[in-house]
C-alpha cells in the first residue's frame, strides 16, 4: 500500500505528466468553446475555399462575357469556360492595370494543362488563343507574376 496522503502522491509525480495533463484539458475546452452549438453545429466547415481560388470552384464565365477581377498578394482565380461549335481557337483577351503582370494557365477538362501565358510587363493588352475541340470545358487560372496585384478584365472569344 501506498503511504502518504493525496496531497504527497500527487507532489510526488513527474512534472511533465502534470503539464502534459494540463495541457490536454485546456485544449478541450478550447475546442468545446470555439465549435458551434445548436441545429447547425453539424454542418461545420473548417478553412473553406472561397469561390474560384480553386480548380474545383472555378467560377463559370460564358463566351464573350467580360469578367473584371482582382489580383491580391499570392492570389490565384479560377474560371470555367465551355467551347461551343465546331474545333477552333479560344482567344483568351486580358486587360489590366499597370501594377498587374498576369499570367494564365489553361486546363483541359481532364484537368491537364494545355497551355500557359505570361505577360513581359504591366499595363499591356494581350490575346492568347489555345485550340480548343468542341463542346469542352476549359479552366482558366489567373495569378501576378514576380508578385505583382491589380485588376484585370478577361475576356474568352471564339
Not at 487560372?141 to 471564339?158: E, F, N, S
Request: hydrophobic share 40%.
Amino acid at each position: 500500500m501506498v503511504s502518504g496522503t493525496w496531497f504527497e502522491r500527487l507532489r510526488g509525480l513527474d512534472v511533465r505528466l502534470l503539464a502534459a495533463i494540463g495541457a490536454c484539458l485546456l485544449l478541450i475546452v478550447a475546442i468545446v468553446v470555439t465549435l458551434p452549438k445548436g441545429p447547425d453545429s453539424s454542418n461545420v466547415v473548417l478553412d473553406p475555399v472561397p469561390p474560384g481560388h480553386d480548380m474545383f470552384h472555378a467560377k463559370a464565365i460564358a463566351l464573350d462575357q467580360a469578367i473584371e477581377a482582382n489580383i491580391d498578394g499570392k492570389d490565384t482565380d479560377f474560371y470555367r469556360v465551355k467551347s461551343i461549335g465546331a474545333r477552333g481557337y479560344l482567344r483568351v483577351h486580358i486587360s489590366h492595370s499597370t501594377t498587374l503582370i498576369p499570367g494564365v494557365r489553361i486546363y483541359a477538362s481532364d484537368k491537364n494543362a494545355v497551355g500557359e501565358y505570361y505577360f513581359d510587363d504591366a499595363g499591356a493588352n494581350a490575346d492568347y488563343p489555345f485550340l480548343a475541340q468542341p463542346d469542352t470545358t476549359y479552366y482558366l487560372q489567373m495569378w501576378g507574376a514576380r508578385g505583382t496585384i491589380g485588376t484585370y478584365t478577361l475576356t474568352v472569344r471564339h
